[in-house]
């Protein structure tokens, strides 16, 4: 009996300790957001006779596809998330408008306005644009994914920690961002891709494509006899490229701690060693130069 009563004696000393503990060492150190995000805000306008659209965003998404109207169409969702109570009790009657919305010529500009946010509330500005086939799109985006679909002319995105999703574009396409994955599908003029750490997979009509990425494999699927040049890098992982039947490329494909094969049957003359292929398929019409580090190299035949 003596010991039972010992021992939760000491339980509950050690539980006390380690609320003593909790409150004064891990408490001031977590997160002191207070409620839930609450949007504050959401804002539509038209804008008439806009040919290109540039959007700087801080936080949030940025979506953009087609529509069917002549006019480019803006819906911003305000969102607030207060970091302290004071913030939270006075957050649903705040109108935050960090940023500002307007035509300059026929260029569509939204850039974040500093100053206007207070200091105990994080702002996210979710961005849904509806826009005319050709219009060219140029998205800064620090911390947020980032979506075009559609028929849109020169395609520009960059970003920090932001996912780049682009489809069917018809222009050139730029893609830099820091940590983040790019998916691109039917690219009619090519494309030129960076990333420091995400994946990227890419699918080309047309152009030149080029790909780098230091952390990330790279998928590109090389559909049409009219793309011009194919240049894919990465440091960590593997790069596989799909060619179509006919195909016509000059292969310099090389690794250092992988193997590299082909589906295709590499014309005489050519190097083709565990580590490396270099020589024609078809008649070499197309340069295609694929360079990994860490990584398996597959020059695959497409089947579909």
């Known amino acids: 009996m003596r010991c039972i009563l010992y021992s939760l004696l000491l339980a509950a000393a050690s539980g006390a300790a380690f609320i003593a503990f909790a409150l004064t060492c891990i408490a001031p150190y977590t997160m002191p957001l207070v409620g839930r995000p609450e949007i504050v805000r959401t804002m539509t306008a038209t804008f008439p006779g806009v040919r290109s659209i540039d959007i700087h ?8 596809q087609t529509g069917a109207d002549h006019e480019v169409r803006v819906t911003a969702v305000i969102r607030a998330c207060p970091l302290t109570r ?8 705040t109108r935050y408008e960090p940023m500002s919305i307007e035509q300059n010529g026929d260029t569509l500009l939204a850039r974040p306005v500093s100053g206007r946010i207070a200091e105990d509330v994080n702002i996210a500005v979710d961005y849904a644009i509806e826009a005319p086939p050709g219009t060219d799109i140029a998205i800064e985006n620090v911390n947020g994914n980032v ?25 050139t396409v730029t893609v830099r961002t820091l940590n983040g994955r790019v998916r691109l599908t039917d690219a ?17 009509t047309g152009g030149a494509l080029r790909a780098e990425t230091r952390n990330g494999l790279i998928v590109a699927r090389v559909a049409d006899p009219s793309v011009t040049e194919c240049n894919l890098t990465t440091l960590n992982g593997g790069i596989t490229v799909v060619l179509s039947d006919p195909c016509s490329v000059a292969v310099d494909a090389k690794t250092q701690h992988g193997r590299a094969r082909s589906d295709w049957p590499v014309m005489t003359g050519a190097e083709n060693v565990l580590q490396r ?28």
Not at 86 to 93: D, E, I, S, Y
Not at 163 to 170: C, I, K, N, R
Request: proline share 3%; charged share 15%.
């Open 86 to 93: 004071n913030a939270a009790q006075k957050a649903h009657v």
């Open 147 to 171: 979506k075009v679909t559609g028929s849109f002319g020169a395609v520009n995105v960059s970003g920090q920690n932001a996912d780049a999703e682009l489809t069917a574009p018809q222009g």
């Open 188 to 204: 009619a003029q090519g494309a030129d891709i960076e990333t420091v750490n995400g994946n990227v997979y890419a699918h080309v």
């Open 277 to 304: 292929i270099a020589g024609t398929i078809g008649s070499g019409n197309m340069p295609l130069r694929m360079e990994t580090v860490n990584g398996n190299i597959w020059i695959a035949r497409d089947t579909s």
């Open 57 to 64: 965003n801080e936080n949030g998404p940025v979506r953009v």
